[in-house]
């Protein structure tokens, strides 16, 4: 009795990734396994008047990116921060503009564009 | 028919009463909630497309869910497939 | 037999599961963008948002919208998408959809049948013809309805039901770059396209946050900045915005006085021979708007604008005007662009007149790198109203309803009698709500628009809104204007229905239907369809069963006009990434630059040696317009000392309707606020964050202070996106005399501590 192992996996994958990046995931898993939160703030300020204080390199490393230049904001790859947050930034809205650079990951020891792009200032790290 | 399980995990202290609403569900049937905050559930469907259904319904409508992580899927007919060969 | 074999994978499952938790979460394996494809259909379409008019991939998975990622093979945006249209599949499963039709009863909106909604919609409407006459019926339109939808419409309501009084938002938006066109060029939209963009060296950008306002635009002069790093960026405009980051020298205007910086200088590039005197022999004529002048004549006007005169009354630096024209002079290349700060005002028409009178001065327009090109704001207007013809004095394919012969040739396609058709224009956007507020206007149909939120002077027109009978078609509620109507008709949003786009640079583009429409929501055509029908006109409706077949009726109104689109056939347009009009043949490529050699319906014989030919004016001369230099409507006073003007943000797109459904966007800016100078702030004892009242003439709004480096001293601007923080309570409603469009750019205000 031999089961289709890989059309199986196929659709698992498939799976996994529509519930994961599902829009009306509150809580992504990347959040559940590191536990990372946003602290409660005062959610009427903006993510950059805020961390303009709070973390001014980073917000001036992104300022002097490209994306900084066309003010893709903060939460294009962290989340609102209230409802959703990613520490460490999700690849989800990448290939919005990027679909021109799609990795198949799976052929790579890689999992995110952040594995080699710098964040904030975009630079190629590995 | 597709048989699919799932481990659904919730928020701390909720899972108890999450698994009690989700035995509601036709063709779903809980097996525990394990290391806290996560249940396994097994799923039954005609078709694939039911199943992501089901799934998403998961996802949507309950309170205190915080993800869904398929571990495994297998189509019934597959099987009688490989089988008959 | 089965039973143990489905018990075994039962089993199995659940061991998997067991397995799972006792190891490490599956969560871990990271999915990817190419794994992700698998099942997801992409269908090519167009953003919903701005009029830059971006290609988008929607994807569909299970006939869910899955996901967005821009069209690589979409030459407009090649692949890059803003901040918003990221959302867009988003937009389509918002909360607020709206999935029924509900109608008025008690004073309260309930839900309701399609039958019972339209049947109220056709008694009243009927009744409103019958004792009033179609005259007091109203459509009021959007330059976000698809093509198709706004052909009907005005199909119906000036062939059908009989009445002029078409509208849509587009004037309040873009009627003045369409009156500036006309009266300098000889027919509406510009010349050239974005592929200009890739040619210019010198960007005159006035009165556009280009930046936030039409982001893609902005990383397209990004680019060129660094492909060409002799690329200049002059800019005009009364606030620093994050276009200032490209800019090379910025004019820092008061709102409402950049007229005579126009022409100061026009007057220097002629005192400097920046001018193409062979260019104007060929093809320019001059006017003081009444009569024909001569070029002497205008030079001789001109001498009043002095830089320094001019830059007393923008209250800058003389210098600064001078070196704007030499830049535009020096420059071989030269492209202008702008937007509401020039359209939004009661000397719109003019101001554009005189951004054309640069271009035709000094021959920059109709080859690459050179035109005097208008932004749009909606992803529709030039397509559907001003191409379709959607206003009260137009008709399709560049008409208008006073030319007896325009009327007679549309009534023909829109198989209706020429005498149904009125020779008089209705009544424009400020005048119809006026008439509503009057009770002369008693029932109107809103079609995928916000008035309640985005007419100015609010406080005036809201009561007349209330007691017109209001039929409002959206795919959201609620939103200003359909908690108010009497009938809200769930309408198909984007990516749930076909249609075509018409863009900024005259390109029209296909929009795939990706997914069902949501709830009991039905397309706009099939809604118009039906009233139509109720309404008695089955004759004239019954054989529209497709978006394509309203488009080849609507192709018919443009074949052998300026603005021909015969080439674009359904067909065509599902395969290519849009054409630019004209393009008469369906082997025609499409049109870079208008009256020039590569238009196909330039006139060789007429032309001769001229360069550039406007053959839709009689003797294919464009206009230089002597125009007065003209202030604001409501220039500031002892009571009223501060200058108000209103914007945007990157992240919010007008009445926040789609949006302001997305938490990651509504992030970017939390809170309504008005922008203060620090010096002022520092004057009036405002600190950020402080709580103020901005007061006009017209009412007052308390808001949240941004004590920010951005308007200049004496200026506040408000972001006129928030339902909840009414900015339009502010804002003037006095109209441009020629295109009738509203100031909403300009008001004088006060502002205290609340």
Known sequence: MKVKIYSILCIAVALTFLLGFSHSNKYPSSSIIKGDKHPDVDWTVSCTDCHMDVTPEIVKSWNESRHGAVNFGCYICHGDGEEVFYSKGTDQRCSGCHAGQEVNFEKTKLNSCFDCHDGHSLKFHI | MIIASMIVTTQTGMAEEVALQLKRIPNLTTHGVYKGDNIIVVMEAEKEEEMVNMSRYIMNEFEGILGTYPTFIANEDDIEETEEK | MSISRRNFLKASALTAAAAVIGVEPLTNSKVLAAAIQEGVVWHKTVCRLCGVGCGVMLGVKDGKPFGIKGDKENTINKGILCVKGFYLHRMMTAKNRLLHPLVRKDGKLVKASWDEAMNIVTSKFK???????????????????????????????????????????????????????????????????????????????????????????????????????????????????????????????KPGYDLAIMHAIARQLIKDGYTDEQFIKDSVNFSNGKDPITYDDYKAFLEKYTPEYAAEQAGIQPGDIIKAARMFGESPTAMSMWCMGVNQRVSGVFLNNLIHNLHLLTGKLGKPGCDSFSLTGQPNACGGVREGGALSHLLPGHRVVANEQHRKVIAEIWKTSPDKIQPKPGKHTVAMFEAATKGEIKGMYILCTNPAQSLPNLNKYLPGMKDTF?????????????????????????????????????????????????????????????????????????????????????????????????????????????????????????????????????????????????????????????????????????????????????????????????????????????????????????????????????????????????????????????????????????????????????????????
């Open chain 3, 127 to 253: 009744d409103i013809i019958q004792k009033d006459g179609p005259d007091a019926l109203a459509f009021y339109g959007s330059g976000q309805g698809q093509t198709e939808e706004t052909y009907l419409a005005n199909r119906l309501f000036k062939g059908y039901i009989g009445t002029n009084n078409v509208e849509g938002n587009p004037r309040l938006c873009m009627a003045s770059a369409v009156g500036g066109y006309i009266s300098s060029f000889g027919a509406d939209e510009p010349i050239g396209t974005y592929q200009d963009i890739e040619h210019c060296n010198l960007f005159l950008i006035i009165g556009s946050n280009t930046a936030e306002a039409h982001p893609v635009v902005f990383d397209r002069l990004v680019q060129r900045k660094k492909d060409s790093p002799s690329c200049k960026i002059i800019f005009i405009d009364p606030r620093k915005t994050p276009t200032n980051r490209i800019v090379d020298l910025h004019l820092q205007v």
């Open chain 3, 470 to 754: 209001l039929v409002v078609a959206e795919s959201f509620h609620p939103t200003e204007t359909s908690k108010i109507a009497d009938v809200v008709l769930p309408v198909s949003f984007w990516g749930e229905k076909e249609g075509v786009y018409g863009c900024t640079e005259r390109r029209s583009q296909h929009l795939a239907k990706a997914v069902n429409p949501s709830g009991e929501s039905r397309w706009d055509g099939e809604v118009l369809v039906d009233l139509a029908k109720r309404l008695g006109y089955s004759k004239g409706f019954e054989h529209f069963k497709s978006p394509e077949d309203i488009w080849n009726e609507y192709l018919k109104t443009t074949a052998g006009t300026d603005m021909d689109l015969s080439g674009a056939t359904y067909d065509r347009l599902k395969k290519v990434r849009g054409l630019v009009w004209p393009v008469p043949t369906t082997d025609h490529p499409g049109t870079w630059h208008r009256f020039t050699s590569g238009d196909p319906y330039f006139p060789k014989d007429k032309a001769g040696n001229r360069r550039m030919y406007f053959y839709v004016k009689p003797d294919g001369k464009a206009v230089i317009f002597a125009r007065p230099d003209k202030g604001p409507e409501e220039p500031v006073s002892a009571e009223y000392p501060v200058a108000l003007t209103t914007g945007r943000i990157l992240e919010q797109w007008h009445t926040m309707t789609m949006t302001g459904q997305i938490p990651e966007l509504n992030r970017a800016a939390p809170v309504p606020y008005v922008e203060i100078n620090p010096e002022d702030a520092k004057s009036w004892g405002i600190k950020n964050r402080d709580k103020v009242k901005v007061t006009t003439k017209r009412g007052s709004l308390v808001i949240e202070a941004k004590v920010i480096d951005r308007t200049r001293k004496g200026t506040v601007m408000i972001p006129w996106h928030w339902p909840e923080s009414l900015t339009n309570i502010l804002t003037i409603d006095a109209v441009d005399p020629g295109s009738f469009e509203p100031e909403y750019k300009v008001a004088a205000c006060k502002v205290e501590k609340a």
